[in-house]
């Protein structure tokens, strides 16, 4: 015979007991209602007020209780593994084979449970009634959104005389209860997270999610029960399941309710929530709201990266799911940073000089104030690789913002906590499913967006205001095109969406002038090599006709380097392959990363696998 011991912990008011009626509602599960909250409520009697207290206590009913009353407020006396034995005998006498029990626990009453060994605290291990009965326990938990749940704390607040901490409300017991699990030495027990509003919009599908986890039969019966007290309630249900009592069942409808919420349980609701959010990123629903992990990553590693955020003197690295800034933070509120791309080689970063300069250059025209210095930057750049481990085949997005305001506003007089640093590294290849084909080529399309002006918004300014860009991109991805070629007011070419531009006519290397497009690292760097192998160069305004009849086009940025472009509107360009010119300033580039002066060379790390640095 095997049975499944199902242990719950929920926070109050999380529809635990809605979720306990499903269990009972099956005909292979005995269930049990808080078995651990008469000792608890014990140890913390001086200070927890309970109208019951007493009573519950001594298992002494209250005068002129019936003798069902009585025998409900008796059977709270035995201990945990006790009153387990006894839902083992039922099932095994029913001859319930495969049975289950069910138990919900409030998580403030996990102090008082042994997680190693499975049992009461301070109790025997636990034994089954014979050699032929397995029993395995298994952990659920319930979690709630913390302001929906203090929204309605009030609500039973004659219960429990508006005593409200976060101790007696319970979540960050919640986080221990799964660090309890997951340490064990042993794979003995397992533990699955519901968000409870899950069960409450769709409880056939979160209900049969969870029976999955579990390794139970899934069945119709856990989706209705009859309406009114049940012998599995506690004794205490009369002061709290009345709502409860009124349910038949989960309901198919979600009836949405707007609370305020008390203000005096901010300081509850802001412990709550940091565990609230880490156990519903563990919720099936959480993790099912986009493709697949295999689907996204082109690394799979990408999906466990750390980023670093913060203002000056407060960054941390934080994993990505946990990653997040301000709603009030400038870059939200209007797309005011500055940003930059980075590139990392072979234990090198390449032109990391050059790019902070132009970073710190673009802060100072936005007017930022309170700015990270430079050694703050490069710390929390190198920080970010270190705890990555990544020494090659790494691209960094550095983001500078205004930082955080302390109202919504555009105006950077509110902007008082200094500015905000955003690291975010990637395994990234130059030429993939996130990049280009630099062997191949790519196909550009001429956007209807012209590229704005610095009577606009100038260009020469790295910064964050991206719409410009974005939508040339949109087309392009609805022509199936890999970017699109961006035009000045003029009508001359100016850069594509992404990337500037380059082409080789006659011998003669051209790429626009710089006055409406943003002038590139890169662009610089291969006018620079072009020179130095004896290529002559021309920086002019060119007109969308000379790229359509090219010999040779390529586009150039840190992400991609240097991509050949085999056709522009449809028009092939050259023979519609890589050109020599382009061949040959690939290979001169792929050489920086160990040439004099242009990479900066990545420090030591410490744990690196394999070995101690490089």
Sequence with gaps: ??????????????????????????????????????????????????????????????????????????????????????????????????????????????????????????????????????????????????????????????????????????????????????????????????????????????????CNDLDIPSTTEMLSWNIGPKACDGPWASWWYINVHKSSGWSSKCVRKYQTLDPKLLPVLRVSLGAFNFLKQLTHRYKLRGPAPSEIYEDSRNENILAYIGAPGYGRLVPRDMASISPWDSSVQGGDAAWEGIRVY??????????????????????????????????????????????????????????????????????????????????????????????????????????????????????NNMINNILPKIQANLAGAADALMLDLNGFVSETNATNIFMVEDGVLLTPHGDHCLPGITRGTILLLAKEIGIETEVRNISLSEFHSADEVFTTGTMGELTPVTTIDGRKIGDGLKGPYTIRLQEIYSTLPERKGWATPIPPFLNFPGKTSV
Aim: net charge neutral; hydrophobic share 35%.
């Design 346 to 463: 072979r234990g090198k970063i390449l032109s990391l000089e050059r790019h902070l300069k132009r970073l710190f250059k673009s802060a100072k025209a936005l007017g930022f104030r309170n700015v990270h210095s430079k050694e703050e930057v490069i710390e929390a750049i190198f920080r970010t690789l270190a705890a990555n481990g990544m020494r090659d085949g790494a691209h960094m997005r550095l983001t500078l913002t205004r930082g955080e305001k302390c109202t919504s506003s555009m105006n950077p007089n509110f902007n008082v906590y200094g500015t905000t640093l955003i690291v975010l590294a990637e395994w990234k290849p130059s030429e993939g499913k996130t990049t280009y084909d630099n062997v191949k080529g790519i196909s550009l399309i001429t956007s209807a967006i012209r590229r704005n002006s610095p009577s606009t918004c100038d260009s020469k300014i790295h910064h």
């Design 1 to 210: 015979m095997k049975v499944t011991v199902i242990h719950c912990w929920s926070a109050p008011r999380s529809r635990s007991t809605a979720l306990l009626y499903s269990f009972n509602a099956r005909s292979d599960c005995e269930v049990l209602d808080e078995p651990l909250y008469r000792r608890w409520l014990e140890h913390n009697k001086d200070y927890v007020v309970r109208p019951y207290t007493s009573e519950l206590i001594n298992g002494i009913p209250p005068v002129q209780s019936t003798p069902e009353e009585r025998l409900n407020w008796e059977k709270e006396k035995p201990d945990l593994n006790t009153r387990i034995l006894l839902c083992l005998e039922n099932l095994k006498s029913e001859n319930r084979e495969n049975g289950v029990i069910f138990i919900k626990h409030m998580a403030k009453h996990s102090l008082l449970y042994n997680f190693e060994i499975e049992c009461e605290m301070g109790a025997s291990p636990f034994s089954a009634i014979d050699e032929k009965v397995e029993i395995q326990h298994k952990h659920v938990l319930l979690i709630r959104d913390p302001v929906s749940m203090l929204s309605s704390w009030n609500a039973s607040a004659d219960i429990h005389n508006g005593n409200v901490t976060p101790n007696e409300i319970g979540i960050v017991y919640l986080l221990s209860i799964y660090s309890n699990v997951e340490s064990k030495c042993d794979a003995t027990s397992s533990i699955c997270v519901i968000e409870s509003d899950d069960l409450a919009m769709d409880p056939e599908k979160t209900l049969s999610a969870l």
